[in-house]
């Protein structure tokens, strides 16, 4: 009877060193900046570069000048800001599995209710990304339209598997 602790969820995860892990999601702001740069080489436009730079969120800057961690909707402006420059520039939208995951599941619980409606009771899947959010029957599209989706931006649901 002395384990059935380890039963529980909070304490049945073996100890592992968690010295790595940063707040905030920077490494995903970055990831989106170079999916954005890999977009603009292959479709090269200044205009829309400097569009996607402006639509950024500024550093948030501590009392020390040292850079705070990038909050969740820092990364949601700078997702959707990738997304509007590859429909500029007429690029494929290939947005980073854990930002546009992370993304979409912070959209999808602040979603207006008739977004809630369509995907309440099911699993939402990205069809290009590894990330999956929900439960029950699946829902699927590509990260990109289900981020339109979720986003408000497209009345293109996602759909269930063929």
Do not use: N, Q
């Amino acid at each position: 009877m002395s384990d059935v602790w380890r039963e529980l969820p909070l304490f049945g995860r073996a100890r592992v060193d968690e010295s790595g892990v940063r707040s905030g999601w920077d490494d995903d702001l970055a990831a989106v900046r170079e999916a954005a740069r890999a977009a603009l080489e292959a479709h090269p436009d200044a205009a829309a570069a400097d569009a996607f730079e402006a639509a950024l969120p500024a550093p948030r800057l501590r009392r020390d000048g040292t850079p705070k961690p990038v909050r969740l909707a820092e990364l949601d402006r700078a997702v959707y800001a990738y997304l509007d420059l590859c429909a500029r520039i007429g690029a494929e939208p290939a947005v980073p599995a854990r930002a546009g995951g992370a993304v979409a599941l912070g959209r999808a619980a602040s979603a207006p209710t008739e977004i809630r409606a369509v995907i309440a009771g099911h699993s939402i899947r990205a069809t290009d990304a590894d990330w999956t959010f929900g439960r029950g029957p699946v829902l699927e599209d590509t990260a990109a339209a289900l981020l339109d989706f979720l986003g408000g931006r497209s009345l293109r649901a996602p759909h269930p598997p063929a």
